[in-house]
Antibody, heavy 122, light 111 residues
C-alpha cells in the first residue's frame, strides 16, 4: 500500500524558514515523480512544485518561485520542501502527492499524504 | 480566481444524477491536456477520482464518469448517495503557466 507521510510543519514568523519532509513507502520511491500541493484555510487546492524521480526536472508555481526549493533523497525515500522568506499567504495544509510517471512530470497525482499544517504568523 | 472554473456548489437527491463542470481555456483543457478529478471530504486529503479525463482508478465505482470537450470537462455522478457529499476539484496542465492548475472546487450536497 502506498503511504506518504508529511512532517516538519508548524508555526513560523513572516520572513522565516521551514523544511517539510515527506516519507514514502509501499512503492519504489525513485521510480516516481513527486509533488507538493497546498490548501489555504477554507480555500481550494494549489499546486506548489514538482520533481522527477532522478531530480532532472523541477518546476515551481510562480507564487513560490525563488523562495521554495524542492528536493529528494531516493536512498532515504524522502521528498523535501525548503520554504524560505515565508509570508502569511503561505499558511495552509501542505500535501505530498505522487505523480504516476517517474521520468517526466505529468502533473497529476495518484496518491496523497495526509497533509501537514504550516502557519505563518507573527 | 482559479484558472479552471467550477460552480461553487451543486446538489441532488439520493439516486439522482448530478454533473460538475470545469471550464478552462486554450492554454489548458482546450490545448488538449488531460483533466483529472479529485474528491475531498473536508478535513481529509484529496483522493484521485478520474484521471486522463475519462478513466477511473481501481476501486472507484462506475457511478463516477468523466468527459471532455473543447475547453471544458465534466464529472458525472449517477445514483447519488449520502457518502458522495464532498468537495470535487478538476485539475489540468497549463502551458502558459508551465504547471498544474486546479479548479476552485465544487461542494456537492446530497439533499
Amino acid at each position: 500500500e502506498v503511504q506518504l507521510v508529511e512532517s516538519g510543519g508548524g508555526l513560523v514568523k513572516p520572513g522565516g524558514s521551514l523544511r517539510l519532509t515527506c516519507a514514502g513507502s509501499g512503492f519504489t520511491f525513485r521510480s516516481f515523480s513527486m509533488n507538493w500541493v497546498r490548501q489555504a484555510p477554507g480555500k481550494g487546492l494549489e499546486w506548489v512544485s514538482s520533481i522527477t524521480g532522478s531530480s532532472s526536472h523541477i518546476s515551481y508555481a510562480d507564487s513560490v518561485k525563488g523562495r521554495f526549493t524542492i528536493s529528494r533523497d531516493n536512498a532515504q525515500n524522502s521528498l523535501y520542501l525548503q520554504m524560505n522568506s515565508l509570508r502569511a499567504e503561505d499558511t495552509g495544509t501542505y500535501y505530498c502527492a505522487r505523480d504516476p510517471s517517474g521520468s517526466r512530470l505529468t502533473y497529476w497525482f495518484d496518491s496523497w499524504g495526509q497533509g501537514i499544517q504550516v502557519t505563518v504568523s507573527s | 480566481q482559479s484558472v479552471l472554473t467550477q460552480p461553487p456548489s451543486v446538489s441532488g437527491a439520493p439516486g439522482q444524477r448530478v454533473t460538475v463542470s470545469c471550464t478552462g481555456s486554450s492554454s489548458n483543457i482546450g490545448a488538449g491536456y488531460d483533466v483529472h478529478w479529485y474528491r475531498q471530504v473536508p478535513g481529509t486529503a484529496p483522493k484521485l477520482l478520474i484521471f486522463a479525463s475519462t478513466n477511473r482508478p481501481s476501486g472507484v465505482p462506475d457511478r463516477f464518469s468523466g468527459s471532455k470537450s473543447g475547453t471544458s470537462a465534466s464529472l458525472a455522478i449517477t445514483g447519488l448517495q449520502d457518502e458522495d457529499e464532498a468537495d470535487y476539484y478538476c485539475q489540468s496542465y497549463d502551458s502558459s503557466l508551465s504547471g498544474s492548475v486546479f479548479g476552485g472546487g465544487t461542494k456537492l450536497t446530497v439533499l
